[in-house]
């Protein structure tokens, strides 16, 4: 993943001392590469994904294999989705997408946010030393990766 950026690309730390990083993550294959890739590189690590679901058309499309791809992360946290150009017909959110999970994992911990700003606040809340904080997704959630570096001073 060496020098491409935002594709397991390592942001800093929390002031609480999990590591941070940013993964451009969109679809279900996405995410699992992810978070293989996390596991590869700290196999006895506390991973923290928070997600950032991308377009409603897509969430919706990919609902059970997302539900798949995320059930088996240690805690999860889901960002509303990023509707980028369309709009919302409220026929999907993350919640829906979260019930999905729990139909695969009903005793996994998520955490529905209310903004990337929360969903950082969130984050940095429940990782500790050792743990590592995996933002996912194709909108905004980039922001909020930054947003819990910053948080160090």
Not at 57 to 70: G, H, N, P, V, Y
Not at 73 to 78: G, R, T
Not at 92 to 97: E, G, V
């Amino acid at each position: 993943f060496s020098g491409v950026k935002r594709r397991f690309e390592f942001k800093g730390q929390t002031f609480k001392g999990a590591l941070v990083y940013d993964d451009y993550a969109h679809n279900p294959q996405k995410v699992t590469a992810a978070l293989a890739g996390a596991r590869q590189k700290y196999p006895s690590a506390r991973i923290v994904v928070i997600f950032q679901p991308h377009l409603f058309s897509r969430t919706k499309f990919f609902l059970k294999d997302f539900a798949k791809a995320l059930a088996e992360v240690d805690c999860l946290i889901l960002a509303p989705i990023y509707a980028s150009r369309e709009k919302d017909d409220g026929s999907i959110n993350s919640k829906k997408l979260a019930e999905e999970i729990l139909k695969e994992n009903p005793k996994k911990e998520i955490l529905l946010a209310d903004s990337v700003s929360d969903a950082s606040k969130k984050a940095v809340e429940k990782g500790g030393v050792g743990d590592i904080l995996l933002f996912m997704g194709a909108g905004d959630i980039t922001k909020a990766s930054d947003e819990a570096v910053l948080k160090i001073n």
